[in-house]
């Protein structure tokens, strides 16, 4: 004697509750086995029932997957800007790239994390706006674990909030990443500065002793532009542009601090990297316009280098 239909159904909805994904997906299978195999009446119901669960289960677990929140790292370096809602995050990643991004005069219009590439000196550097970090979310508040998980992969953090708030408003920020261990390097933009009344960025200088904090505005060109060196000089990389027969050339490589001539050499190709000759040098690291160095000379951001080959 087969258990009763709704019996079977409380069961089953019973055993599935909490359930998503594979383990989801097991468990309905093994109520099919159980369930009597009768081809009409309530039974085939639960039948139908369960094999709508299997696809249902198999839609909702793609889309937990599309959901995911991390950001494929792109460009030099990965500079993330976080900060209480409504500060002015998205209206800078759209003042300093080529993308369109929902801006808007409420809280919480970014849901996402959302990339952008900026061009710094010729470099292409990735911004991330992290959304909705709150209070709490060490402990998930507000979906903060995958939100940390972005600013953990990271290169440094831009703290952003407004020239004219109340420091306490970014603290909170600061705090959850200290709390999970994140610790990069960072300044605070002190965003929408246009608005702001003096002594407001002394007010958040005084709050953040430990930070740089650089006031910006989308509508004032030479605050974006201090914005982007302040990024640049976050990333701790150096740039080297490179000469061949005369020409510069317009992208520079984006190098470690501690990079030579050498290492030139073999960002261009590994081969010339082993046989080259020599340099001639321009820029910070030269003592004059075109220096003649060897393999070991260490270069310095805002070099132009002409590999002679062998
Ligand atoms: N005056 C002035 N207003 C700005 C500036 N930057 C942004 N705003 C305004 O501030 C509001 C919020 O801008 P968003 O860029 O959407 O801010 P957000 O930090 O991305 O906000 P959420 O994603 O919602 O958390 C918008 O109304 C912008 O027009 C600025 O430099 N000066
Ligand atoms: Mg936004």
Redesign the pocket.
């Known amino acids: 004697m087969p258990m009763p239909h709704r019996t079977f159904a409380a069961m089953a909805k019973r055993r599935l509750i909490g359930k998503e994904g594979s383990a989801r997906t097991r468990e309905i299978r093994s109520l099919l086995t159980e369930l009597p195999d009768y081809r009409n009446g309530p039974y085939a119901d639960l039948r139908k029932w369960l094999m709508d669960e299997v696809e249902e289960t198999r839609v909702r677990s793609n889309a937990v997957h599309r959901d995911s929140i991390a950001v494929r790292r792109e460009g030099a370096a990965q500079i993330a800007l976080v900060g209480p809602?409504?500060?002015?995050?998205?209206?800078?990643l759209q003042a300093l790239s080529e993308i369109q991004i929902k801006?808007?005069?409420?809280?919480?219009?970014?849901l996402r994390p959302v990339p952008a590439l900026t061009r710094i000196g010729g470099v292409l550097v990735q911004l991330v706006?992290i959304?909705?970090l709150i209070e709490g979310a060490n402990e998930d508040r507000g979906g903060g674990r995958a939100l940390l998980g972005v600013l953990r992969s990271a290169d440094a953090i831009v703290y952003?909030t407004r020239a004219d708030a109340n420091p306490a408003e970014l603290r909170p920020v600061v705090a959850e990443l200290a709390l999970a261990g994140i610790d990069k390097p960072a300044f605070v933009a002190a965003?929408?500065s246009?608005?702001a009344p003096g002594g407001a960025i002394d007010r958040l200088r005084a709050a953040f002793p430990d930070l740089d904090v650089l006031p910006v505005?989308?509508?004032d060109e030479a605050s974006l532009d201090a914005f982007r060196e302040a990024v640049w000089r976050l990333t701790g990389l150096i740039r080297v542009s490179l000469r061949s027969n005369g020409v510069t050339e317009e992208e520079p490589l984006a190098l470690d601090p501690a990079a030579t001539v050498a290492d030139v050499a073999d960002s261009i190709h590994h081969d010339l990297g082993e046989s080259f000759s020599g340099a001639r040098v321009w820029g910070p690291s030269a003592r004059f316009d075109g220096q003649r160095v060897g393999r070991e000379h260490q270069v310095l951001d805002g070099d132009t280098v002409e590999i002679l080959r062998a």
């Open positions: 809602p409504n500060v002015g995050k998205s209206s800078l801006t808007g005069d409420y809280p919480f219009t970014t706006e959304p909705g952003c965003t929408r246009d608005e505005s989308v509508i």
